[in-house]
């Protein structure tokens, strides 16, 4: 598995089953036999999806008694939402830019992107 914190997390959130378990988790705690019932796998294999969580820190698993529930750890959630924070306000930033640009057009002007079927410039020229 990836060395990284935040790509251990995104790895181990690539499976749909997975991203189902955390969803499930958010609700409350539960043991494997109860994360599994929903599929049709084996236990096993639920047992190791959950091993898969809880490497990239999204899950622990304590020992109350007999049973052994699944605990979400939420704090995870915060490192992805720093990193995806950061994305969406460089995304914000260039559509107010974009905003700005067409605000400052005259009115009528509609703005056009060159395409590809655009004439090719001559030898050296650059587009008009």
């Known amino acids: 598995m990836a060395a ?5 997390v995104f790895a181990a959130l690539a499976d749909p089953t997975r991203r189902d378990m955390v969803a499930r988790l958010t609700l ?5 036999n109860e ?3 929903p599929y049709d796998i084996s236990l096993q294999a639920v ?9 990239a820190g999204l899950v622990s698993r304590s020992r109350s008694a007999q049973r052994r529930p699944v605990h979400l ?13 950061r ?8 559509y107010r ?12 002007v509609t703005p056009t992107l060159p395409t590809d079927d655009s004439p090719t ?4 020229g650059a587009r008009p």
Do not use: I
């Open 35 to 37: 994360l599994a019932a």
């Open 121 to 124: 410039p001559p030898e050296g």
């Open 87 to 94: 994305y969406r306000r460089a995304a914000e930033e260039r």
């Open 28 to 32: 409350a705690d539960a043991t494997v």
């Open 4 to 8: 990284d914190p935040l790509s251990r």
């Open 47 to 55: 047992s190791k999806h959950v091993r898969v969580l809880e490497e």
């Open 97 to 108: 830019r974009l905003d700005d640009v067409l605000a400052s057009m005259p009115d009528g």
């Open 73 to 85: 750890e939420a704090e995870v959630f915060d490192l992805m939402t720093k990193w995806l924070e």
